[in-house]
């Protein structure tokens, strides 16, 4: 299986201050189409995980733009440009490149 | 929207098998791959299965041997057996569109495994 690898495990941050994850894989994530799978997910408290940026960098509907995501090959990134009290809760990253799909071990996000 | 919703006993005994439905609301079941996701109490997610309309069906490794996955197109719904639980299996169980980049998910179902 793809091995997702994130940190921090666990992200204080300060209302109005940028966070940052990092998450990388153990195998490179291009697909065969070109595509790559990687996405990143939010779940609240009590909540299904919520989507919020698939391909790498792809905003989902609805989604603020503070979040953004980058990287390439193993090595990826989600960023919040100003952390809201909305974003606390635990941050996934997921491929869906190889089979099985593999989710990485979460960041939660807190305010300090 | 699209909606799904996840249904099915919240209570199995050991050895016995978990049976749940997901009802898909808002979408056809046409054209997706159709995932089942669990995660643990506190713990990260795993993936259990995907099963295409057409009834191709993809098992993680780790529960191949007890997971069947199935299909029922007229009534829009996709639905999961996992024989032989354990304490293990103790988990929220959700169903979600997709495979690559699941988008839409059920609220999830608590699943209890216990005699």
């Known amino acids: 299986d793809v091995v997702m690898t994130q940190s921090p495990l666990s992200l204080p941050v300060t209302l109005g201050q940028p966070a940052s994850i990092s998450c990388r894989s153990s195998q490179s994530l291009v697909y065969s189409d070109g595509n790559t799978y990687l996405n990143w997910f939010q779940q609240r408290p009590g909540q299904s995980p919520r989507r919020l940026i698939y391909k790498v960098s792809n905003r989902d509907s609805g989604v603020p733009d503070r979040f953004s995501g980058s990287g390439s090959g193993t090595d990826f990134t989600l960023k919040i440009s100003r952390v809201e009290a909305d974003d606390v809760g635990v941050y996934y990253c997921m491929q869906g490149t190889h089979w099985p799909l593999t989710f990485g071990g979460g960041t939660r996000v807190e305010i300090k | 929207q699209v909606q799904l919703q996840e249904s099915g006993p919240g209570l199995v005994k050991p050895s016995e098998t978990l049976s749940l439905t997901c009802t898909v609301s808002?979408?056809?079941?046409?054209?997706?791959?159709w995932s089942w996701i669990r995660q643990p109490a506190g713990k990260g997610l795993e993936c259990i299965g995907r099963i295409y309309p057409s009834g191709v069906t993809n098992y993680n490794p780790s529960l191949q041997s007890r997971v069947t996955l199935s299909v029922d197109t007229s009534k829009n719904q996709f639905s999961l057996k996992l024989s032989s639980v354990t304490a293990a299996d103790t988990a929220v169980y959700y169903c979600?569109?997709?495979?690559?980049?699941?988008?839409?998910w059920g609220q999830g179902t608590l699943v209890t495994v216990s005699s």
């Open positions: 808002g979408a056809s079941l046409s054209n997706w791959y």
């Open positions: 979600a569109r997709g495979s690559l980049a699941p988008d839409y």
